[in-house]
Structure formats: C-alpha cells, structure tokens
C-alpha cells in the first residue's frame, strides 16, 4: 500500500503489539509475518479476551478485525475509549462493507487496511499509528470521498467538520489512486509531514462529523 | 439475493424529474430499533433526520390539536415493519454477534421519555387553564390511545414471529381491555346525559370498536400470507446457498489440494474464488454493464484472471453507461493489460470516478516504465487502443511515465451537463436499471 519506512520503530524499544482477530489461524500467520518487526505482546479472539489484554498490557497499537464475537471491533473500541484510550488500534478485515468500514473508524480506529496486505506494509502501517499518524488504503480514501461528495447547503454546515478541503480532496483522490504519502507529498509539491497532517485531519473529519448524510450514506449503500 | 425492495414502477411515467429515476425508497418500521412502534425511527429513516427531531414533531402536533397522534396513529397501520436488511455476508457476521448492530440505547429511550414528559406537561397546563378539552372525553381518549398501543404493539409481534409468545398475546388482552372499558366509559358519561342518545352511541362505539379490534387482525391474516410466502422464497435461497457454495467454494477448495506443489495456479485459483465470492457476499444484484461502476468491475476481474495480476479498483461515484463510458472502461482495461503485460509488476491500482461534469479513471502500476516519447510504432495498444479510442468519444489520455518508477495512465471524459432538477428532460435510456448499491450518493442531493 504505502512505501515502507525504513524503521518502523520508533525510540529504541520495538513497537509492541497486540492482534485481535477470531480466527486463530489469521493470527498465527500474522504473527509470524510481522514478528520479525515488532513485539506481539498478545492476542484476544473476542471482544471481553481483546478488552482484557489490552488493558494489561497496554501495547502501542492494536490490530483489530472488525467483525469478532461479542459486538465486533467497533465494541472493542468503545470500552477502549474509557479503560484505555491512550490505545491506539488499527483495524484490519476482510469485509469491503462501506458501513463496517466507516463504522469502525467512527468508532476510533486510526486507520484502515485489508486483510490482504503485505507483511512489510503492515509493518509500516503500524509504525505510522504508533506515531499518530493514519493509515488509508486506497479503498478508505475511495470511501472518504464517496461519503464527503454530497452537496452541503452552508446553512447545514455548522463547522468545518462536514466538508474536505480541496488539498485534503486531492490527498484522498491520490491515495484512492494507490499512491503512498510520500508519492503524494511529491505529486504536490508539499512535505510528507503535511501530507499526513492532511490525512490525520480527514480522520478527524470522519470520526466527529455530525452530517447526517456520512451515516445516511452508509445506510443507502449498505453494499460496496 | 438481497431483499430490498427495489421498485422500478417509475420507469415508464414521463415525470418532470430531470433526474434518472432513484429506486423507489419505501419507507418501513425498523424492527430491531422499536421503542413503542417504530414509526418515528422509520420515518427519520426515511426523510435522513434525527429520530429526535420526528418524535418532537409528533409531540408538538399531537399537543396542537391531535393531527400528531392521528398521523402516528395513521403511520402505524399503514408503515410495514420490517427487519434492517444487510448483505449476506453482514447478515451473517451480525447474527453470530460478530457486528455491532444498530440497536436503540439508553439515550433514545431517555429522549423518547423526555419528549413524551414534555408533551404531556404541555397538555396537561393547557388542561389545567382550561384551554384544552373536557375532562370526560380525555380520560377515555386517553385510555383508549394506550390500550390501542399496547394492543397493535402486541399484534405486531404475533404477525412477525412464528411462535406465538405469552406477553404478546397478553398485550393484546390488555389493549382491547383498555380500548373496552375507555368505551364504557365514554358511553356512561353520555348515557348519564341523554337516555335517548345511549343506544345510539353504545351501538356507534361498539361498531368503531370491532372496527379496530378486528381491522388489525385480518390485516395481519393478509400479512402472515405475505410471511409465508416470504419463507418460502427463504427457502429457496437457502438451496440457492448450498448450491452455490457446492458449485463454487467446494471446487476451488479441491483444486487447491489438487496444485499444492504449484504456487502460481493456487494463487490465480484462490484470488478468483475470494473475488467471486465477495462480489456474491457484498455485491449487489448488480446488471451486467448498466454502470461505470459495474464495467469497471468486470474489466478488472477479466484481466486479473487472464493476466494473473491482482488489480485495486477503487470507484467513487457513479454514472449509467454510455458509448463513451464503455469506450473509456475498454480503454481502461487496455490499460491494465498493458500494465500486466509490460510492467512486470503483480499489482495494479486503478481508480475510477464519476463527477456530475467529468469520468476520470487512473490505472496505474510501479513497474518498469518507459519513455513515453520512444513508444514503439508498434505499440498499437497504448496510440490505438487508449488514446484515439476516448477521443474519439471527446475525452483525452495521458500517459504518464518514465523508466523505472512506473506509469500512470489517466483518461479523461467530460461529461456533457445533464440537465438541472427541473427541466422535464431525461436523456438517459428508458431501461436503466439504478441499482441501489451503485447508486450515486450524489444525485441525491441535486449538485449537478
């Protein structure tokens, strides 16, 4: 997805990492790509087991599926909010659901990336959360923009929450387009740091935009 | 496959709506998101607000003069209750628990009770300096209005599920309970009056009353037909399912033990399972060929399964198809093939979007690259295929590239201004289907 950053880990100590996910089988294989680049502390297969590590061992990113027994990641996520918010979480599935993709991200989530993704980049995604960054893949961005595309009248717009800005529309564009942050820093004539300021900013967006038009758009599509 | 409701009944009628005709969005009662009847959730559903500022309005007109409890009344016999509907694939995920759903919380109820608090406090100051009606009538009203509640409440749940429950039945028994002795009531106090009058309005109410009782329940005989015809349908999918996980998954699955040692066919053999089973899982029912979105699809599945690269299709918007859009997708998947062919890479991203002034689709790949101004004369596909084919349909190529850091090709199709919401003018084919997994957010919101 993105060019790998050649040292993921931030400070001296190795990121540490706790993967959340219901299949057992995921998880080992998971484990084994990125443990070369990180430290996998733990591993829950449902909600209250995710909960319960997380909050003991509090890793610098988690990995979260969205879909797990016990309400899914978005449920994770809400008791994080309170045990634990310094926690941030990556979510990481196989659904191409535009609801449940939103839905977790609303829900806190910093970034978003399929399951198919390259150990090597999953590492770089990780790096990028444990240091506030987010991460879009191409089809988050293609789901951004699908969901800021609707006409606002300005009366509606009570902040600028509701709308992207034209850089940040044209930061998405050249991430759904499937370039990394440091080919759109270059494609823009801006610095990589502006770029993920840019992308950090969005995320706010999707997480506290009050538009109801963001969920009534995930309820009309429902499918992607 | 998905149950909705899509409805093409407009199709025919020369409407002044300048816009491609939206499927018909019918509204219905959330069942999972019930606090009394679903009417409000449903009806904010509907018209995209907040469920709170739906049951105010209900509050304030029933305060008014009673239309608001008419309507919800009205709303209520006539709005279907339905479950939300998701994909197979969400359906599945949210029954083992595995979604969270969309349910009601502690706060809608907390507002529901104080709209409702509200309300009557309202009602009741007008009551009290006289402004409202009599007492004699609004005591048995009011009981009455509870005990229909408490009656159609129940009568929903013995419609909607297969075994009938003790407390909907008892709901039942306490509404016509409630609606009877709120007619007693009224009748003594008239009876009281006018001797003359009694049997007439004894008679009256007593009509209107077996009016209400049964209406509800031949309405729900009529319905519970409906549901047994739906379960057969149910049925049916059910075989449809095994059937398709037969045909499909099973296959995939013993080809893959039969070309364990032989990495590069049980990948192409994996990927195509895992796209063709997403498309059925998250996919609509979708036609072949009637969007951007759809086209795109399909020239991206054909060149990951002849070409044996993964292509990322991302497409925001959508458009129903033309000449010119077919032109720009065939120009696109020329694109990829050039991109699998040449670049020597193993993915391709591609982004496609449809604007209300402009198509634009991406392809991309990080491969070898080349120098654009020393294409080969015999290169026909990138002159031929790509870029005289969109201008001839009054678009443009570029082509984007240098060697070693990959190629980008960009296509361009501005798209001719439809007409605005008003004029009565439609220029797109009668038999466009809008599927309303593809459908345009944005022509919902007139921004042409």
Known sequence: MTVSDPNPVVGDAQLRVVLVDDHAMFRTGVRAEITASVDVVGEAGDVDAAVEVIVRTRPDVVLLDVHLPGGGGPEVLRRLSTSAPEVRCLALSVSDAAEDVIGVIRAGARGYVTKTISGEDLVDAIGRVAAGDAVFSPRLAGFVLDAFAGHVEVAQVDSDLDRLTEREREVMRLIARGYAYKEVAKELFISPKTVETHVSSVLRKLQLSSRHELTRWANDRRLI | ?448
């Not at chain 2, 031929?384 to 678009?395: F, Y």
């Open chain 2, 1 to 448: 496959m998905v149950p909705r409701p899509a409805t093409c009944d407009d199709q025919g009628v020369t409407s002044p709506s300048a816009r491609p005709a939206p499927p018909v969005r019918r509204a219905y009662r959330p069942a999972g998101r019930r606090l009394v009847s679903g009417v409000s959730a449903g009806v904010a559903d509907h018209l995209g607000v907040d469920t709170l500022w739906v049951r105010l309005a209900f509050t304030v007109t029933a305060v008014l003069n009673g239309v608001g409890i008419v309507a919800y009344l009205l709303l209520w016999r006539f709005l279907p209750i339905a479950d939300d509907t998701a994909s197979p694939g969400l359906e599945a995920a949210g029954r083992r628990g595995l979604r969270t759903a969309r349910t009601t919380t502690w706060v809608d109820h907390t507002r529901a009770v104080a709209i409702l608090a509200l309300g009557a406090g309202v009602a009741l100051a007008l009551q009290v300096s006289g402004q409202g009606i009599a007492w004699g009538w609004l005591v048995p009203l009011t009981v009455g209005g509870a005990g229909l509640a408490v009656m159609w409440r129940g009568l929903d749940d013995v419609g909607r599920v297969s075994r009938l429950r003790w407390w909907s039945v008892a709901r039942v028994v306490v509404g016509i309970g409630l609606v009877a002795a709120a007619a007693a009531f009224a009748v003594t106090v008239e009876g009281g009056w006018s001797a003359l009058a009694d049997a007439g309005v004894a008679i009256a109410v007593a009509l209107v009353g077996l009016a209400i009782v049964a209406g509800p329940w031949i309405a729900s005989l009529v319905t519970d037909l409906g549901a047994e015809r739906r379960e057969r349908v149910r049925s049916q999918e059910r075989a449809d399912v095994a059937a398709h996980l037969h045909d499909s998954v099973l296959q995939t699955l013993s080809l893959l033990q039969k070309y364990a040692d032989d990495p590069a066919t049980v990948s192409t053999v994996a990927r195509r399972q895992e796209r063709e089973l997403r498309a059925w899982l998250y996919g609509g029912d979708e036609l072949a060929d009637s969007t951007l979105a759809v086209a795109m699809r399909a020239a991206a599945d054909e060149v990951e399964d002849h070409h044996r690269v993964a292509v990322e299709l991302v497409v925001v918007g959508d458009t129903p198809v033309d000449p010119d859009v077919v032109a720009v997708v065939r120009a696109a998947r020329e694109a990829m093939v050039n991109a699998a062919k040449h670049a020597g890479v193993d993915r391709v991203d591609v982004f496609a979007e449809a604007s209300p002034g402009v198509v634009e689709v991406f392809v991309r790949d990080r491969g070898a690259g080349f120098d654009p101004e020393s294409v080969d004369p015999d290169r026909m596909g990138l002159r031929g295929s790509i870029m005289d084919r969109v201008r001839r349909h009054g678009g443009r190529a570029e082509v984007r590239s240098s060697p070693g850091s990959g190629t980008e090709v960009r296509l361009v199709l501005p798209r001719p201004e439809r007409p605005s919401h008003d004029e009565p003018k439609r220029d797109e084919p009668k038999h466009q289907e809008h599927n309303p997994g593809t459908t345009d957010p944005r022509s919902e919101h007139d921004r042409v």
